[in-house]
Structures are given as structure tokens and as C-alpha cells.
């Protein structure tokens, strides 16, 4: 059985998995509001931003993002978060372009029950707390989720899965 990809206005599908069509939506790539790029001049960041959604960390912050963004080359760089700490946060780099995603628990945990189901997608998603869950693709193939963590005060990683 092959696995065939195709992109459909921001989503990607895998086929034949007609049970589990949207495995991965990008984050939002329109643009960037007013207190994002805020934070992204603080942070001093001069890459571009490709992907960016707002999450829940648990804390005070309204304005909390995960962002991701390329370097030099546009399928390399790095996700990070934004408004927790004066410093931006380094979840991962990535090497073959960024998709990135935000959601809350419920909705990665049922994302998480499909790859489980799923015959040619390893992995799991697991949240376990009521944080925001940010999954984004760190090679072509490997996938990873991070949550934060407000007893440890750090992002852990949650989910990973391979197709």
C-alpha cells in the first residue's frame, strides 16, 4: 500500500486513510497580528515567520504564540514560542518545510486515537494537561507534539508519530 499526499487549501490528506483524511492542518500563515509582531521584534527574530497560531500555555499571557520560522533556505528552520518569557522558546528545528498546528487537548486527543488506529501511521499524540497542544513536522516523514507543562514550567513533549 502506497501513501500518496495531497494538498488541499491548507490541509494536508493521506490516502487511502478515508477514516482519517486531515492528519495535519497548517497553522495560519495570513497575517501576522499586531502583538505577534511585537513579540517577534522583541525576541529580535529576522527570519521569516511561515507558520504562527495562538495557544493557552496555562499562564496569564494573552498573547502566547507558536511560530515557526525558515532560515537562509525556505524548507529549514525552527519552531518557537512566543510570549511566555522575555526570551523566545525553542521547541525544534525542522528540515523539510514547517506545518504547524495548535490545539486544544480534546482535539489532539482524538487526532491522537486516529494515528493509533491508523495501519501505516506510528505514533501517538497523549495530552496531559489543559494547555494547548502544538504538533509541527520536524523531518519529511516525523512529526512531533509539545505541551506545556505549568508544574514543571517547560514544554515536554507529548505526541510523535512517523508515516
Not at 501511521?121 to 509541527?136: E, F, L, N
Request: charged share 15%; hydrophobic share 45%.
Amino acid at each position: 500500500m502506497s501513501l500518496s499526499f495531497q494538498w488541499n487549501a491548507g490541509m494536508i490528506y493521506l490516502q487511502p486513510l478515508t477514516a482519517f483524511l486531515a492528519l495535519f492542518i497548517v497553522g495560519t500563515t495570513g497575517r501576522v497580528p499586531h502583538d505577534l509582531a511585537a513579540l517577534v521584534r522583541k525576541a529580535k527574530i529576522e527570519h521569516g515567520i511561515t507558520d504562527w497560531c495562538r495557544g493557552d500555555f496555562g499562564l496569564s499571557h494573552v498573547s502566547a504564540y507558536a511560530i515557526s520560522t525558515t532560515h537562509t533556505s525556505a524548507d529549514r528552520g525552527q519552531y518557537f514560542i512566543l510570549g511566555i518569557d522575555s526570551a523566545p522558546i525553542v521547541l525544534a528545528a525542522f528540515t523539510h518545510g514547517s506545518q504547524l498546528r495548535c490545539d486544544t487537548p480534546a482535539a489532539a486527543s482524538a487526532r491522537g486515537a486516529a494515528i493509533a488506529a491508523s495501519p501505516i501511521i506510528h505514533g501517538y499524540i497523549a495530552p496531559r494537561w489543559d494547555t494547548t497542544v502544538i504538533c509541527g513536522w520536524v523531518t519529511a516523514t516525523r512529526a512531533l507534539c509539545w505541551q506545556y507543562s505549568p508544574s514543571d514550567r517547560q514544554f515536554i513533549i507529548v505526541g510523535e508519530w512517523i508515516t
